[in-house]
């Protein structure tokens, strides 16, 4: 078992930075993929960004790219999202999911930390 739990969402302006904190416990060693997503209201949940324990690689949605990054600290075993050049768009609540590995599905998610963006 993976527990994940969520900080750093808030309210903040247009134009303005948060940065996302997944801290991870419990058997993180079986998951080797650490993403983050988003659920606007009334809309799918979406894929953010992701990244691996083991080398590092990323990937980002399109609709982030250029403004979001993600990255780890392995010795502490969180991932972050730092987010810039925020927009309303960008509200929704962001979770943190745990994978296996590239392109299995995520098995472990946290409970989300909600962000909203104001115009």
């Known amino acids: 078992q993976v527990q994940l739990a969520e900080s750093g969402g808030g309210l903040v302006q247009a134009g303005g930075s948060l940065r996302l904190t997944c801290a991870a416990s419990?058997?993180?060693?079986?998951?080797?993929?650490m993403g983050w997503f988003r659920q606007a209201p009334g809309k799918e949940r979406e894929f953010v960004a992701r990244?691996?324990?083991?080398?590092?690689?990323?990937a980002y949605a399109e609709s982030v790219k250029g403004r979001f990054t993600i990255s780890r600290d392995n010795a502490k075993n969180t991932v972050y999202l730092q987010m810039n050049s925020l927009i309303p768009e960008d509200t929704a609540v962001y979770y943190c999911?745990?994978?296996?590995?590239?392109?299995?599905?995520?098995?472990?998610w946290g409970q989300g930390t909600q962000v909203t963006v104001s115009s």
């Open positions: 990244t691996t324990w083991s080398g590092g690689s990323t």
């Open positions: 999911a745990a994978a296996r590995r590239v392109g299995r599905p995520y098995d472990y």
């Open positions: 419990g058997r993180t060693i079986s998951s080797n993929v």
